[in-house]
Each structure stands twice: as C-alpha cells, then as structure tokens.
C-alpha cells in the first residue's frame, strides 16, 4: 500500500506532466493553487523547477500561462534555486519583465514575488543585491 503522501505526490505528479505536455493553463492554475496551500508538497514541485522556468521564458503570447508558472515558482521555497539559476539565466528573464511596458503587469507582480522568494537564500541575495536587477524594482 502506498501512502498518503506518496499518492499526493504521483498524482501532483501526473497533473504537472499532464499541463506540461498539452500546455494547459488550467491543470497549471490548479498545480499553483497546490504550491500555494499544500506546502508539503513543495519537494514534488522542486523536480520541475528548472523545466518552469524555461517555459515560462517561452511562453511568447499565452501570458495566462506565464502567470500561472510564475505563480506557482513564488510558493517555490527550496535551497535550490542557486543552481537552477545559472542555469537558466532567471536574472536576465527577470530584468526583461522589468522593463518598462515589456510585460503586464500580472507579470510583473508575479516577477516581484518570485524575486523575494528566491532572496530567502543569503548568497542569492547578494547576487540580487549586487545585479541591476535592484535598480529596476
């Protein structure tokens, strides 16, 4: 028998693969209600990290979408942002969205949260601190 969490977990799980795999806005909407009241759950969320990061750099024309996967990265709290953002370049896609009259400005909030989020982190926000990135909030 599986456990509890265990099923929390695969099913989660599924629903990330499911919204990945047909681009669907509203199985994504449903996973950041998930981040955001279900904490416990915030290991499952760490695995797809890198990968919400990335399609919401491509997200292009559906900024419904890019809301949603930035929204669920704001209840994102892991040590693993570091990484993942080198890798990714998140300074830069951050900066772009601050440009003036770049992004909406659902985006923008939601780009302003992210940033406190991933500052949790002493070393990342002495990254922060010292980028231009300060200079455009």
């Not at 996973?31 to 997200?59: D, G, K, V």
């Not at 930035?70 to 890798?87: A, C, P, S």
């Not at 992210?114 to 070393?123: H, K, P």
């Amino acid at each position: 028998h599986l456990s509890i969490r265990r099923q929390r977990q695969m099913c989660i799980r599924d629903r990330i693969n499911r919204a990945v795999k047909f681009n669907d806005t509203l199985l994504f909407k449903v996973s950041r209600n998930i981040a955001q009241f279900a904490p416990s759950t915030i290991e499952t969320f760490e695995r797809y990290l890198e990968q919400y990061i990335i399609m919401s750099q491509h997200c292009g024309e559906n900024t419904d979408l890019q809301v949603e996967l930035l929204g669920t990265m704001v209840y994102m709290h892991t040590d693993k942002w570091d990484e993942v953002m080198h890798r990714t370049n998140l300074i830069e896609y951050l900066h772009n969205n601050f440009v003036n009259g770049y992004a909406e400005d659902d985006i923008v909030l939601e780009c302003v949260m992210l940033v406190a989020t991933i500052c949790r982190n002493d070393e990342i926000a002495q990254h922060i601190a010292s980028s231009y990135l300060i200079k455009m909030l």
